[in-house]
């Protein structure tokens, strides 16, 4: 196995249960217990119940710098100047 | 009865009539109008409810004559009608006064725009901490959707909640604690309210860990002082050091957690410090949503007013 795959989360579709609005959800059980709901449209092609994913994070540094400027910008106009 | 006689009649009949209808205009205004205290006469208690919403916090108020605060709202959508709204509603409440952020992490805001979206609300607090949680953002963007007027909260702030409740921000202030990256901390930069109603003091804390704690103290101890204390983050360990809960010197505390958390909330170390403070403990995964009510002298569990 090499060292990347090492550093990966290894999660099983536990169920795939049909959400409120009938969208098809996978929950996702990580071998350490911990759950996560996933739409099954944003799975690999051909996940099923019983499917093992591989799950690997990575940094999105822009997204987060857009965020936070988002933020910061809804706060100057909602809240004024820090005084 | 002749001519004169009859008309000065009519018109003190006229003149009854006009008062009559004016004293019925009177006692009917309040409910044509609106009667924003929810038709309470003062005197009547305050009630203090921290909701079960599983694994996150919600506190509402109700004050004596019908004043309404929300500090913070959970992160559970199904809570909101069912758990928290359906409080204030059964009490005659359809607008809530004021609406306050602890802080911007999920547990405690996530479903901010679902409150502001189901309910009027008069002014909006936050701590206006920098962040990127995205349920606070999207809370934030109907703040001003809907033109509710927004307050960043800083120590030295107080408002009125009704003629015989007050509110104080103890927290935060600048400059804001930060963690060891230079990152804003967002449970120490937490709102920290107590609220004052007549006699009783309720200190609500958000996630406060020990590095607030430890500035509190070091402000004003005596300004912490309470009878009843919310435990702040959910009971860690990291939180509810023995000096502040010396300061608090609360006789009753509630930890708001969900069953059967992931973190193990609330801490074994910290229900024993708790203890060793002397505080009795309600907790709103084995108690459900918990409610107090004051009457500006003392404050009980709801349902066991008048015992000692």
């Known amino acids: 196995m090499s060292p990347d795959r090492q550093d990966d989360l290894i999660a099983t579709v536990d169920e795939i249960e049909e959400g409120a609005s009938g969208e098809r959800l996978a929950v996702l ?16 092609d051909g996940t099923r119940d019983g499917s093992v994913l591989r799950v690997r994070f990575r940094l999105d540094r822009r997204t987060e710098r857009e965020r936070r400027n988002e933020v910061r910008d809804l706060q100057r106009r909602l809240f004024g100047p820090e005084e | ?24 205009l009177a006692l009917a205004l309040p409910s044509l109008i609106g009667d924003e205290s929810g038709g309470r006469e003062p005197g009547e ?53 004021y609406v306050v952020s602890s802080h911007p992490d999920q547990d405690h805001i996530g479903e901010l725009a679902t409150v502001l979206n189901r309910i009027p609300v008069g002014t909006y607090l936050d701590p206006a901490i920098e962040n990127t949680n995205r349920a606070y953002l999207r809370g934030l963007q109907v703040v001003e959707e809907k033109g509710i007027p927004a307050q ?89 050091t023995m000096p502040f809960l010396d300061a608090v010197g ?6 708001s957690a969900g069953a059967d958390n992931s973190y193990g909330h609330p801490h074994r170390e910290t229900m024993q410090r708790l203890r060793e403070a002397g505080m009795t403990v309600y907790r709103t995964d084995v108690d459900g949503t918990v409610v107090f009510v004051s009457d500006g002298t003392q404050i009980q569990l709801e349902g066991q007013e008048g015992t000692p």
């Open chain 2, 1 to 24: 009865m002749n001519r004169r006689a009859s008309r000065r009649l009519r018109w003190v009949i006229l003149a009854l009539a006009l008062v009559l209808l004016l004293v019925i």
């Open chain 2, 152 to 240: 960043r909260a800083r120590r030295g702030d107080a408002f009125e909640l009704g003629e015989r409740t007050r509110v104080e921000v103890l927290w935060p202030e600048p400059p804001f604690i930060t963690d060891s990256d230079g990152e804003v901390h967002d449970n120490n930069n937490s709102v920290v309210l107590r609220v004052i109603d007549g006699d009783v003091r309720i200190l609500l804390t958000g996630d406060i860990e020990e590095e607030a704690e430890e500035e509190l103290l070091a402000l004003d101890p005596s300004a912490l002082r309470a009878d009843l204390l919310q435990v702040a983050h959910h009971g860690s360990n990291s939180s509810s």
């Open chain 2, 45 to 97: 208690l305050t009630r203090i409810a921290f909701f079960d919403v599983g694994q996150g916090l919600s506190v509402g108020i109700i004050t004596a004559d019908g004043r309404s605060l929300l500090y913070d709202m959970g992160d559970r959508e199904d809570a909101v009608d069912s758990v928290i709204l359906s409080f204030f509603r059964e009490h005659g409440i359809e607008r809530l006064d």
């Open chain 2, 250 to 255: 609360a006789r009753t505390a509630v930890i």
């Open chain 1, 29 to 44: 059980v990580f071998d350490d217990g911990q759950k996560l709901v996933v739409p099954l449209e944003r799975l690999p």
